[in-house]
């Protein structure tokens, strides 16, 4: 049995097809990263454009790898909800098309389901088990119950971690250091923190007083405008120029971020023992989204888990991004489990993308 799975939800167009042992038979991924980074974000039009362009060659390529034809194919998944809606509804149209020309059935996924379930592929874990997921679009805390039954313990309530840190890293100019040259945001300030001092600039520890699981990022990222518009002033930087001290500014913004992620998923492995809603023998974290890239938020969470008894689990990072594979995965558990496989030709053209989708119940007030 082989799924393909296709992502257009931002600003990656990917394809994947993988086998029902977790297997990635073939992949591709074009990304637009490089344009909009020179643009200063994601322009829909332009972004709509560009997985309209690749689409095609993207889904011929994992195909090719996998050496099958559509005709093969068990099922063809596809990111339909949350995203961006110019981005997301090309995927969903290749994706019905494909389904209806071939007569195969139509698994539309959740993507931040998708990002959740990713480690499943890799090794194996049994519901339930506790996520976190940090990307440019969100920052949750879901315990994962069952295929499709997801619970919400905390979220965001303003800037994502991602954003904030590709918000950060364009205050302060990173695009402009060659060493940094087609970095994401997070990774320029991952790579410049190295050989910075963390505790070198002091921010704020957000929300300490506040007893859910709820995180907040965009005050360390006035913080950070902040610490950029006073080094600026105090040694007269002009123009396109990176503010002296980049470095410790980057690891110590770093180091914020961190301490905030560790204080809120330490608050929901305590929320979920005291409802016992995992467990206690079987606790497992599985960290996922772009953000989850980072080493340095990889240790210390793995400090975290190694105190609080829990198993961490990160996938590799260019799993963690976004990709095709992470969808054909959910589309196969999907397919796997018969939930939520259309195989009827009305049932399939009625899917619409939803640009805002919930994972799941709230659980977090
Ligand atoms: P969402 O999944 O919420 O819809 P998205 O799909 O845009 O958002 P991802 O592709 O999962 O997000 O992640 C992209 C984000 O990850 C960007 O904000 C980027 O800065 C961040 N990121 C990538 N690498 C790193 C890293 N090494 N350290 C920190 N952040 C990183
Ligand atoms: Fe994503």
Request: with cysteine; proline share 5%; net charge negative.
């Amino acid at each position: 049995q082989v799924v393909l799975g296709i992502e257009t939800s931002c600003d990656d167009t990917g394809a994947a097809v993988v086998s029902s042992d977790g297997q990635v038979l073939g992949q591709a991924l074009a990304s637009q990263q490089d344009l909009h980074l020179r643009h200063g974000g994601i322009i829909p039009t332009l972004a709509r454009q560009l997985h309209e362009d690749n689409i095609q060659q993207v889904v011929d390529t994992a195909l090719a790898e996998a050496r099958i034809s559509p005709q093969d194919l068990t099922a063809v998944a596809a990111t339909v909800k949350p995203g961006m809606a110019l981005p997301l509804s090309v995927g969903v149209q290749y994706g019905k098309d494909l389904a209806l020309a071939h007569n195969k059935p139509f698994i539309p996924v959740h993507h931040m389901e998708a990002h959740a379930l990713t480690a499943r592929m890799l090794y194996k874990i049994d519901f339930p088990f506790l996520v976190l997921l940090v990307s440019g679009g969100h920052c949750l805390v879901v315990l994962a119950r069952a295929l499709h039954q997801w619970s919400i313990i905390g979220s965001t309530l303003d800037d994502a971690p991602g954003e904030a840190l590709d918000k950060g890293a364009r205050r302060l100019k990173l695009r402009n250091l060659p060493e940094c040259a087609g970095m994401s945001g997070g990774r320029a300030v991952e790579h410049l923190a190295k050989s910075g001092d963390p505790l070198a600039f002091t921010f704020p520890s957000p929300m300490l007083q506040h007893a859910d699981c709820s995180f907040s990022f965009a005050g360390l990222k006035q913080c950070l405008f902040k610490i950029a518009e006073s080094l600026e002033g105090e040694h007269g930087v002009v123009g396109g120029q990176v503010v002296p001290q980049v470095n410790d500014v980057c690891a110590s913004f770093q180091h914020a971020i961190t301490g905030h992620l560790l204080r809120r998923t330490h608050k929901a492995m305590v929320y979920v023992s005291v409802r016992d809603l995992l467990p206690p023998h079987a606790q497992t974290l599985v960290v996922s989204g772009g953000v989850a890239c980072n080493q340095y938020i990889r240790g210390a969470l793995q400090r975290l888990c190694d105190t609080a008894g829990y198993q961490l689990i990160v996938p590799p990072p260019h799993l963690c991004t976004d990709n095709g594979i992470m969808i054909a995965w959910n589309g196969m558990e999907r397919w796997l489990a018969q939930i939520g496989v259309l195989y009827n030709s009305e049932e399939i053209e009625a899917v619409r993308f939803e640009p805002r989708a919930p994972m799941g119940e709230d659980l977090s007030e």
